[in-house]
């Protein structure tokens, strides 16, 4: 059985940091599209960064480029989002997925399982 689970999220004031982890069981990284994904009161749930050993390829979406960072410890399966420069607007609920096959990469539609995600709140 796959299962995912979220921590690290909290409040952290604008220009902050936060660091998510999501712990991994029943299915090996290097076999899987990882990622993480946020949901916003009121807005859809959209990708944020995801990851594919497999071919090395990497997303980020572009209101993170350059301030998060997704990494993966393939041997204890275990994810993690770095999340430097927090803004307000980074305030969500996050989620970590996975899926065999998840192409388009960080498409939302396309991951079939999820964590019950983890609150950041990113205060002005």
């Known amino acids: 059985e796959v299962q995912l689970v979220e921590s690290g999220g909290g409040l952290v004031q604008a220009g902050g940091s936060l660091r998510l982890s999501c712990a991994a069981s029943g299915f090996a990284f290097d076999d899987y599209a990882i990622g993480w994904f946020r949901q916003a009161p009121g807005k859809e749930r959209e990708g944020v960064s995801c990851?594919?050993?497999?071919?090395?390829?990497?997303y980020y979406a572009d209101s993170v480029e350059g301030r998060f960072t997704i990494s993966s410890d393939n041997a204890t399966n275990t994810m993690h989002l770095q999340m430097n420069s927090l803004k307000p607007d980074d305030s969500a609920v996050y989620y970590c997925a996975a899926d065999r096959l998840g192409r388009p990469l960080c498409d939302r539609r396309e991951y079939d399982y999820w964590g019950q995600g983890t609150q950041v709140t990113g205060s002005s």
């Open positions: 990851m594919d050993s497999s071919d090395d390829s990497t």
